[in-house]
C-alpha cells in the first residue's frame, strides 16, 4: 500500500517510515529539500513546497494513506529551548506552517479520483487545559500560544477531508521519549552534571509515550477501519514531574536533589517555561477500547529501553 508522509524527516516520520518498509508498503516522503536529507532505503524522496499540491498531488490517486507530521518545531533545535524560540514572528511560522500543510493535503485528496483511504492528522495534547483532571476527547480546549497551534491551526488543518468522504484520524499525541528530541535530552544533560531535580513544583502531570508505541499507534490507527475521530496518544500511566525525575535519577544512578524554581525557569524560558510547568493527564481508554495494546505503559520500564538499561 502506498503512504505519504509530510515531515517524514523528523524522528517520528523516519521511525515510522522503516516500521513501513520493514512490511513492504511504499513510502513517499515530502521534503523541501530531498538532496540534503538522508531517507531511510527504500523510501522516494519527493520535492515539495510545504503549502500545495505542486509536484507531489498525483501520489495522492489511489493511495492508501496521507500521515501528516509537518510543521516547524515549537520546542527549537536545541536541548535547552531559548527565550527567543517564542518571539512574535517564530509563533506566526509555527501556526502558519501547519495550517498550510493540510491545506495542501487536502488539496491534494480533492484533486484525486480515486481517493486516499485515511488521513492521519498528527496533534499534541496541549490542546487541554493544564490541571489535575483525566482530559478524554471530549474535554475542553484548553488556552495559551500551544493550544492555539493545535486547535485552531494543526487540527482543522485538514478537516475539510472528511466532507470529501475520506476518514481522518487526529492524535492528540503526549511528549515523546527519545534522546534525540523532546523533554528527555535536556533531562538528561542535568543528571549528567549532577544537578538532576524537578521542575518548579514538580506536582504538574507530565503525560508521555515510547516511541515504539507512537509507530504502532499510528499504523493501527491508519489500519483498523472502524478508528474515526480524536484519539489520545499517550501511555496510560501518566507521572507528575517529581516522579519522572525520581525515576529518571534512580536509572541513571544520579541524586535528584537540586530542585529548579518555578520563578528561575520563567526567568531563564519565558514564556515557553509552560512546555515544563504546565501539563495535565490523559486518557487513552478510546485507543485501548479499539484494541490497542501499549508495549511501554510504565515509565520505569520505558526508560530502561529508551537508555539502553536493564
Known amino acids: 500500500m502506498r503512504y505519504i508522509i509530510t515531515g517524514g524527516t523528523g524522528f517520528i516520520g523516519r521511525h515510522l517510515t522503516n516500521s513501513l518498509l520493514a512490511d513492504n508498503h511504499e513510502v513517499f516522503i515530502l521534503s523541501r529539500n530531498t538532496a540534503r536529507q538522508q531517507l531511510p532505503a527504500g523510501a522516494t524522496g519527493v520535492q515539495w513546497d510545504g503549502e500545495s499540491g505542486s509536484g507531489w498531488s498525483h501520489l495522492a490517486e489511489g493511495a492508501f494513506a496521507i500521515i501528516n507530521l509537518a510543521g516547524e518545531s515549537i520546542g527549537g533545535n536545541g536541548i535547552i529551548p531559548l527565550p527567543g524560540t517564542w518571539s512574535a514572528e517564530r509563533k506566526r511560522q509555527i501556526k502558519e506552517s501547519r495550517l498550510r500543510a493540510g491545506q495542501a493535503v487536502v488539496a491534494a ?23 489535575d483532571r483525566v482530559m478524554t476527547e471530549d474535554s475542553p480546549r484548553g488556552h495559551g500560544f500551544l493550544t492555539e497551534v493545535v486547535a485552531d491551526f494543526w487540527e482543522p488543518s485538514t478537516a475539510a477531508v472528511e466532507l470529501m468522504g475520506v476518514r481522518r484520524i487526529v492524535a492528540r499525541t503526549a511528549p515523546l521519549l527519545n534522546r534525540e528530541n523532546g523533554p528527555l535530552p535536556a533531562s538528561l544533560l542535568q543528571f549528567r552534571l549532577y544537578a538532576g531535580g524537578r521542575l518548579g513544583s514538580g506536582k504538574q502531570w507530565f503525560a508521555w509515550i515510547h516511541p515504539d508505541d507512537v509507530i504502532r499507534a499510528i499504523r493501527f490507527l491508519t489500519e483498523t477501519g472502524s478508528a ?6 499517550a501511555a496510560p500511566n501518566p507521572v507528575t514531574n517529581e516522579e519522572f525525575t525520581r525515576t529518571l535519577g534512580k536509572i541513571m544512578k544520579r541524586p535528584a536533589i537540586l530542585p529548579v524554581p518555578e ?25 485501548e477500547a479499539h484494541g490497542f495494546n501499549f508495549e511501554y505503559p510504565a515509565l520505569g520500564p520505558a526508560l530502561r529501553e529508551i537508555l539502553g538499561e536493564r
Open 263 to 287: 520563578f528561575a525557569l520563567k526567568l531563564l524560558l519565558g514564556e515557553i517555561s509552560a512546555m515544563v510547568l504546565e501539563g495535565r493527564p490523559v486518557s487513552v481508554e478510546k485507543l
Open 228 to 233: 474515526n475521530g480524536i484519539f489520545n496518544l
Open 109 to 131: 485528496v480533492e484533486a484525486a479520483t480515486v481517493k486516499p483511504q485515511v488521513v492521519f492528522q498528527m496533534s499534541g495534547i496541549d490542546y487541554y487545559p493544564t490541571g
